[in-house]
């Protein structure tokens, strides 16, 4: 065998392993949410089947009907629970996001003294574990009663968010070019309307995809809401999940029909924004 | 009236900092006075006794606090470094790929989706001894005949525990050192192609120093939220089996909310709280060097 074949038999073979180690990767990266979705739509009986039953029988959407039909199976209120994640996750969003564009705004444009402090400061309130922060939470909340309101969670939400927000749109701002808004107060624009009609439009897809960052956090978020939500007034979806499970059993189907519904609107909105999502993390990366 | 005259970008900030110290700092602030105080839920007159650090130093003598601590900074290390590797290794496979790599990326972030109670719901499921679908493959191919108790045995349970933490979190550390592989210049890669680099050279002295800064984005991105991992232990084992799989923010919620011992608690948040901070603070200064070196070098 000559020198050139093997060489291209040995690329072949580099070719086939990229390809099966990629297939592997995909496989387990995708393989347990498949899982979830099939178990939703099989009967309980074949879940707990012994020996497993590998090619479902029956399918059917008997969950969904269950879940979302009048109380439900179990009694478990999810319309109510899906109502206060909507509730909760929208309107802390838009305060999110406007509160997060006066900050990001004044990182990407002004010059001041203890930026950088300022800023690792603003992370460093994210870096506060939910559980830990859910203690006073919990005491004071319970003191000025709002423990287990709307408004309760949005304040909370809306804290939470705001660090990460500023994050986002600080990279988002600096992508636009300073020029640009100079330009414009040159021609006759002042500051503010410099800003809403060159530097916003140019920055908004980035804006819109930490806004939908923000609401992915809250509609997923758990260690706060499981303390500070008490009942059907104000319960979201993942402590609502924990409904499923009692003392000895889990009504497995159910839950995985639920775990559905929850991840549906986080696919679609995750899907939506991947590409700006990363490049406002990583923007300044390396120009710093 | 006369008011301060303050500068835009105060006024820009003034609205964060204000939500930020009124649900974040302030309630820490109160955190920090009741942990000095021996405050039971069920006597709320407690509150007003004093007594000094007696709370740390039971904390700090308690030998379950520490075995949680233990645990905590072992599954960090080990999540962590994992979730470094794996992220890498799938970055350089997608981006190797020549056909199809928008649907790859997608399916790359599709672990990202998922909120942390679904990532432990779902591997308690999977990992479920009796019906899981681990325990199934495995006796359907034979490999074992008894069922492994995954979610029962204690070290067994601690595995699981890092797997669904790893699988949910390698993405992050997937994607960001994607977009560092594909803002690479490529003239340096194969300048040191041409003066004979063999590629494992290439790789660690042209593409890792200028991947750095991602991947510590990415960490430091991560140490924002170590505290993700309370969710999925909460939900897989809350803690058993017999407190093997305890870590420190499931060891907090127990102590305040089943045992109503708040200030104790709060003791204990502290030093996780602390933790926390010391996590991110080394990573953004990491960052933050990553990126000189870089900015000097190219």
Not at chain 1, 64 to 69: D, I, K, Q, S
Not at chain 1, 261 to 287: C, E, N, R, W, Y
Request: aromatic share 14%.
């Amino acid at each position: 065998m000559d020198k050139n074949s093997s060489h291209r038999l040995k690329r072949r073979w580099l070719k086939v392993a990229h390809f099966i180690g990629l297939f592997l990767a995909m496989l387990v990266i995708c393989m347990p949410g498949l899982w979830i979705v099939l178990s939703s739509l099989r009967p309980t009986v074949e879940i707990m089947a012994k020996p497993p039953v590998w090619i479902p029988r029956d399918i059917s959407l008997d969950a969904y009907r269950a879940m979302f039909g009048g109380a439900g199976q179990g009694g478990i209120p999810v319309w109510e629970y899906f109502r206060n994640s909507l509730i909760i996750s929208i309107t802390s969003t838009i305060i999110a996001l406007i509160i997060g564009m006066a900050g990001g705004y004044a990182f990407a444009r002004y010059k001041f003294k203890g930026k950088s402090g300022v800023f690792l400061g603003f992370m460093l309130t994210r870096a506060v574990p939910g559980i830990a922060l859910s203690l006073p939470l919990f005491m004071i909340f319970a003191r000025v009663g709002i423990i287990d309101t709307h408004f309760a969670m949005i304040l909370i939400y809306v804290a939470l968010n705001v660090p990460f927000t500023i994050w986002l749109i600080d990279g988002f701002f600096r992508q636009v070019p300073k020029d640009l808004a100079e330009a414009a107060q040159i021609d006759g624009c002042t500051r503010w309307q410099a800003f809403w009609q060159v530097e916003f439009p140019l920055a908004g897809p980035g804006i819109a995809s930490a806004g939908i960052f923000a609401f992915l956090t809250s509609w997923n978020e758990y260690a706060l809401a499981s303390q500070i939500t008490r009942s059907v007034n104000s319960k979201t979806l993942p402590v609502g999940l924990l409904d499923y499970t009692s003392e000895f059993t889990i009504d497995w189907r159910g839950m995985c029909a639920l775990a559905v519904v929850m991840i549906i609107p986080a696919l679609t909105l995750t899907f939506i924004i991947q590409k700006h999502l990363v490049s406002g993390l990583t923007f300044g990366a390396v120009k710093g | 009236m006369k008011f301060p005259k303050l500068s835009a970008p105060t006024l820009l900030l003034l609205p964060a900092i204000i939500v930020l110290a009124a649900v974040i700092v302030l309630p820490l602030l109160f955190s920090l006075y009741s942990s000095f105080t021996p405050f039971r839920l069920t006597k709320p007159e407690s509150i007003w006794v004093f007594i000094g650090v007696r709370n740390y130093v039971s904390v700090l003598t308690n030998y379950e606090f520490w075995a949680a601590f233990g645990r905590t900074v072992l599954l960090l290390t080990i999540a962590l470094n994992a979730e470094m590797f794996l992220g890498l290794g799938l970055a350089m496979l997608v981006n190797k790929a020549t056909r199809g790599q928008r649907i790859l990326r997608t399916l790359m972030m599709f672990p990202m989706m998922f909120s942390p109670v679904l990532v432990g719901f779902q591997f308690k499921f999977l990992f479920n001894d009796n019906i899981g679908f681990i325990n199934n493959a495995l006796q359907s191919l034979g490999l074992t005949t008894n069922a492994i108790p995954w979610l029962i045995d204690g070290n067994l349970a601690l595995f699981s525990i890092i797997i669904a933490e790893v699988w949910s979190s390698t993405s992050v550390f997937a994607i960001l050192i994607l977009a560092g592989l594909l803002a690479m210049p490529q003239e340096p890669v194969e300048a040191a192609r041409v003066d004979g680099c063999t590629p494992w050279q290439t790789f660690r002295y042209v593409t890792w120093p200028y991947l750095m800064p991602f991947a510590f984005i990415a960490m430091t991105i991560r140490s924002l939220d170590v505290a993700r991992a309370y969710d999925i232990v909460k939900i897989m084992t809350d803690g058993g089996p017999a407190k093997r799989t305890e870590l420190l923010w499931t060891l907090v919620g127990r102590t305040a909310y089943s045992d109503a011992r708040m200030g104790l608690a709060n003791a204990m948040a502290y030093i996780s709280i602390l933790l926390s901070i010391l996590f991110t603070v080394y990573f953004f200064r990491k960052l933050a060097a990553a990126r000189q070196q870089i900015g000097a070098e190219w």
